[in-house]
């Protein structure tokens, strides 16, 4: 689809987290922006920034939906989370005048169907860890106590990002393959399981732009998954990210690029599908070199605090050309410096948590600044009561997102500004960044 883009478009963000907050105020500083719709259901800080949608924005209400899209005029969709991409979203709301920014149902089955996603890898080559997968409870039990090395446990569907759990010895893969396919912890996602050899070595995200065929890779993340300190503790949907990393340099990107990301592509356009959109490939930097964990379809959350917080552009415009097939006309750049994110998140997180706790020290974004200030508060898990107060309404509440010379002065701006947010039972990681924060790498 080759589409100009209009001098003004009115665009709906779906989604409802920190992720979509962070792309909101990027896609307002845009020229070409008209109206920005958001969820009906959106955290406070993405009320701030757009126009509620009336309804849920589901399949179950698209004859409806159809025509409110055309009553309000929205020429392009964005599509933040998962959930959506994995139910076709994309598919149902494009038309030929109006793009959407995500890949089809078919292109995120990468994402919502690890165990394709092993078969695409396997297929094209791409380097990932050995495993197997396992559709019933005495099959995987069986591999599991059979194997002698650890292993990792991933329920494959979508589970929030709560669906892994890396274990030290058979007891904990026994464990954790009975929550998936026994207990049903994460429901239908643990019908079937992808057994893995636990791989050793730093983990870093990579996200891309792909518009079909020209894939363009953005700089790179590292997020901070487990609650505690110290990566101790169970997997959360991310405590924490820094961007850029100097754990890859040009060349090590660039063989990521032709060992992992061609070859992805490639293999899905052989099968007919198409990508679109960004896909997000969570690596391990082995001494073999770096291989697959995961890949996810959508920009990653804190990821993309830290990548919108350096991000130089027209960000409006270069989603319309990757959905529109025209990426390699984009132009955009990152800030110099380097970005800090850490999740500030409520008492019990992973777990159950309490909602309705009201949130100070808050720090209302401006949609005209283009990155001078910082630290910008991204909210994730809030609602705005009526009486326009902030209250807490999920696990992870705020993304404080501080730039800084190095990694150094960003980890302790960021760490600061979540000093000043505050509810009952608060918490938040103190060591983002602390994988390469030594003295080799301390002023990186």
């Given at each position: ?134 559709t019933t409870l005495n099959a995987a039990l069986t591999y599991v106590t059979e194997r002698d090395e650890p292993c990792v446990v991933k329920a ?22 009975k929550r998936c396919m026994e207990s049903k912890t994460f429901g239908d996602a643990g019908t079937t399981v992808v057994i893995e050899e636990r ?246």
């Open positions: 689809m080759s589409l100009a883009l209009p001098d003004k478009v009115n665009v709906l963000l779906v989604g409802s987290g920190g992720r979509e907050h962070a792309l909101a105020w990027r896609l307002m500083q845009s020229p070409h922006l008209g109206t920005l719709w958001v969820d009906r259901d959106a955290n406070a800080g993405l009320l701030e920034c757009g126009r509620p949608c009336p309804e849920p924005f589901t399949l179950a209400r698209k004859y409806y939906l159809d025509r409110w899209l055309a009553k309000e005029n929205i020429g392009f969709i964005i599509i933040g989370p998962e959930q959506p991409l994995a139910e076709g979203l994309s598919d149902a709301f494009a038309t030929s005048t109006r793009p959407v920014f995500g890949p089809s149902k078919a292109a995120a089955r990468l994402e919502w169907d690890k165990a394709y996603a092993k078969s695409i890898m396997r297929q094209s080559s791409v380097p990932t860890a050995e495993g197997r997968v396992c494959a569907g979508l589970a929030a990002g709560k669906g892994v759990a890396v274990c030290k010895d058979k007891a904990e893969a026994v464990a954790a393959v791989l050793e070595g730093q983990e870093i995200s990579v996200l891309a732009l792909v518009d079909g065929r020209t894939i363009t890779l953005l700089d790179t993340v590292q997020d901070h998954k487990q609650v505690g300190e110290g990566d101790t503790g169970p997997n959360t949907g991310g405590m924490g990210a820094y961007c850029p990393t100097p754990l890859v340099d040009d060349a090590l990107l660039a063989s990521i690029a032709h060992d992992i990301f061609v070859p992805t592509v490639d293999g899905l356009r052989r099968q007919g599908v198409e990508y679109r959109g960004v896909l997000f490939a969570g690596l391990m930097l082995t001494h073999a070199g770096p291989k697959v964990l995961e890949f996810n379809c959508r920009f990653g959350d804190p990821e993309t605090q830290t990548l919108m917080a350096r991000f130089r552009g027209d960000l409006l415009k270069v989603l319309w050309q990757t959905a529109t097939g025209t990426l390699a006309d984009a132009e955009f750049s990152f800030d110099e410096r380097t970005a800090c994110c850490v999740v500030v998140c409520s008492k019990g997180y992973p777990g159950k948590v309490r909602a309705g706790l009201p949130v100070s020290g808050l720090i209302p974004l401006r949609g005209s600044d283009g990155g001078a200030s910082s630290p910008y508060h991204f909210h994730g898990g809030t609602r705005l009561a009526k009486d326009r107060t902030v209250g807490t309404a999920g696990g992870r509440v705020v993304g404080v997102t501080a730039l800084g010379a190095n990694l150094g002065e960003a980890v302790r701006a960021a760490t600061q500004g979540c000093e000043c947010i505050g509810f009952d039972g608060a918490f938040f990681r103190r060591d983002i960044g602390h994988r390469v924060l030594a003295p080799t790498h301390a002023d990186r």
